[in-house]
């Protein structure tokens, strides 16, 4: 019989994609969710020397380069003040195959994941992939993830949870006190902190701070990726790392399902993470300058938005039909229940779009609040 997996009829494909297809051609997406800037040249020219010198033919090591995984290990060295060595990162082919990787190699048929929600859409349908049952944990009225609402929501069957700062869809990152609250909170009940930080580096206000500073344990499996932060989203390169032991158990599943992760884009991203910082900072000025103008916008329309403090997304609660509405008018937004159910009544805005278009998509969005009060 050829029939299909239970695990994969739980998954359905993102209701995201439908947004953007229902809207025309020319609609303005305030949808994605990546930087609109280029990778940088240094990092571009890196993957086209490797490739013209012959270098990026072959299977690298399943881990990826040695080169790569020493500059990922003294990225964590200069950005987090972290210790890994490189035997302990896998590099993958971005961080949804991290996310993957970590999920599959912790979690038993049966045994619950706490995910945020509202969250990232790959934490529900990666953990039901690997046969795990997603809890959501609601967050507080400012978007962010209380590690008591986490701490209560421990079960016998938890396996892990997961902590995303700064936060997709809601810009909100965790303060350290609560980061230091999720390092306990995996090290007292012996649960796995799965900690996605893909946006660490675009951060306007506070600093960013991993679990894994923190815990005494090796119970934090860190996600990250050059995706957001080297607007590298379609290179497909990022990572995860753990202890020794983890690392093996993922190794086990990147090795069969993946081999390695593109040679051509471990050369880019050995560069972006080794290279200059600045193409990072400009962009992330030109994030913090665009969200200003976005939190302008809703609070001369009336409507309330936690200010993000970081990533590229803001998550305003807006009136019923408020997100046909603007989709009508031709901006596309993603309706907050698309990351879950306490996501309902808000809206995920995108702000990596240049300003004009942004300034012009928030007339838009006036018009269509003005029409639906
Ligand atoms: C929170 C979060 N984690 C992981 C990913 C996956 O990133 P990548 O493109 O590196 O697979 C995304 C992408 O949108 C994200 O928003």
Redesign the pocket.
């Known amino acids: 019989m050829t029939g299909f997996s239970d695990r994969v009829e739980q998954v359905s494909i993102s209701g995201i994609r439908e947004v953007f297809e229902a809207a025309g051609d020319d609609a303005i997406n305030l949808g994605l969710?990546?930087p609109d800037f280029p990778t940088p040249e240094h990092a571009r020219q890196a993957a086209v020397e490797a490739i013209e010198a012959g270098e990026a033919d072959a299977y690298t090591s399943n881990k990826g380069t040695r080169e790569l995984r020493e500059a990922i290990s003294a990225k964590h060295e200069r950005d987090n003040d972290l210790s890994v060595d490189p035997a302990d990162v896998i590099a993958t082919?971005?961080?949804?195959?991290?996310?993957h990787l970590a999920l599959e190699a912790h979690v038993d048929a049966g045994e619950e994941v706490l995910i945020p929600d509202p969250?990232?859409v790959?934490y529900d349908a990666l953990t039901r992939l690997a046969g795990g049952e997603p809890v959501p944990v609601a967050l507080r009225e400012d978007l962010t993830l209380d590690p008591g609402a986490v701490e209560d929501a421990i079960t016998e069957d938890t396996a892990a949870f997961v902590v995303?700062s700064p936060?997709?869809?809601t810009g909100a990152v965790q303060s350290e006190e609560d980061v230091r609250e999720f390092a306990r909170i995996a090290d007292e009940h012996d649960v796995l902190c799965l900690s996605?930080e893909?946006?660490e580096h675009i951060v306007f206000e506070g600093d960013h701070h991993s679990p894994m500073e923190f815990a005494e344990s090796d119970n934090v499996v860190v996600?990250n990726?050059?995706?957001?932060t080297y607007s590298?989203?379609g290179w497909?390169?990022?990572w995860v790392a753990a202890s020794e032991r983890r690392i093996e158990r993922m190794l086990r599943v990147h090795q069969y399902a993946q081999a390695c992760a593109s040679a051509p884009a471990q050369f880019a991203a050995e560069a972006a993470l080794a290279g200059p910082q600045e193409p990072v900072e400009e962009m992330v000025a030109a994030f913090e300058e665009r969200r200003d103008v976005l939190l302008d916008g809703f609070a001369d329309m009336g409507i309330d938005c936690p200010t993000p403090k970081g990533?590229f997304y803001a998550m305003p609660e807006v009136p019923d039909g408020w997100v046909d509405e603007v989709i009508d008018r031709g901006v596309v937004v993603v309706p907050g229940e698309a990351f879950g159910d306490h996501g309902a009544g808000h809206a995920r805005i995108s702000y990596a779009t240049d300003l004009e278009t942004l300034k012009e998509a928030i007339e838009v969005m006036r018009g269509a609040t003005e029409a639906i009060r």
Do not use: H, I, W
Not at 93 to 99: H, P, R, V
């Open positions: 969710g990546q082919a971005g961080g949804s195959e991290a996310l969250g990232f790959a995303n936060g997709n869809p996605d893909v946006y996600v990726a050059c995706s957001k590298m989203t497909r390169l990022g990533a």
